[in-house]
């Protein structure tokens, strides 16, 4: 029934560690993206995939990488996990054609670096 | 200067109570507004769009004031469920669905 689904739900790991984060939606949505939530509730894009091709990336370290093997799945993975990327990171989708409407969100990854 | 402002509160009130919430916006290109709900550890969710000519939707009023590049969210008759961030949402081009959101600002509805 879900979504947007996106595992794990909580992640907690050493600094210099990699993680992956993957997002699934079964809505049949065409554009996927990854926002970062940080302590202050600021949420900033990301990446952006429509039909697995990148449309948005954001002044991200390279230490991060999102993959999308098909247009359901978007996957997010970090390379030597440093403090400061502790937050929560929501993946979401959006309806076709309407990109800037109704962006449905995953129910986020608490990720702690310590 | 932030891209989208909003007073991050919190805001206590009495159920009952009208409540309003103003947000700001910088890019006077900005083109589209929105109105999203963020319970406690939880998702964002839409709740409403903001249309120019403003709009309601039950309890729920949104106005635009392109002029002053300001947005605003009424509450009318609180509810104890309507406690919650609600986040300010403004996106700059219809093709590249980046949306930008402010901080939120938090209600709190008491008994």
């Known amino acids: 029934d879900t979504a947007v689904s996106q595992t794990p739900k909580y992640l907690v790991t050493q600094m210099g560690n990699d993680k992956s984060i993957k997002c699934e939606q079964n809505l049949g949505h065409d554009t996927m993206y990854w926002y970062k939530q940080d302590s202050k509730k600021f949420l900033k894009i990301m990446f952006s995939y429509n039909n697995k091709e990148l449309i948005i990336n954001e002044t991200v370290p390279n230490r991060f990488s999102p993959k999308s093997p098909d247009k359901a799945h978007l996957n997010l993975h970090i390379n030597s996990l440093e403090l400061g990327d502790s937050a929560v990171y929501f993946c979401?989708?959006?309806?076709?054609?309407?990109?800037?409407?109704?962006?449905?969100f995953g129910s986020g990854t608490q990720l702690s670096v310590l | 200067r932030k891209e989208v402002e909003q007073d991050p509160g919190p805001f206590n009130v009495p159920e009952g109570a009208t409540v309003a919430f103003n947000c700001t916006y910088s890019?006077?290109?900005?083109?589209?507004f929105f109105w999203y709900r963020q319970d406690c550890r939880k998702e964002p969710k839409l709740l409403m769009s903001v249309y120019s000519s403003g709009n309601e939707d039950g309890r729920f009023t949104a106005q635009l004031n392109r002029a002053s590049q300001y947005i605003s969210l009424l509450i009318r008759d609180s509810k104890l469920s309507d406690s919650a961030t609600y986040l300010c949402?403004?996106?700059?081009?219809?093709?590249?669905?980046?949306?930008?959101f402010g901080q939120g600002t938090t209600l709190q509805v008491k008994p």
């Open positions: 890019n006077s290109a900005s083109q589209s």
């Open positions: 979401a989708s959006s309806l076709p054609g309407q990109r800037n409407e109704k962006l449905f």
């Open positions: 949402v403004v996106t700059i081009s219809s093709n590249t669905g980046k949306l930008i």
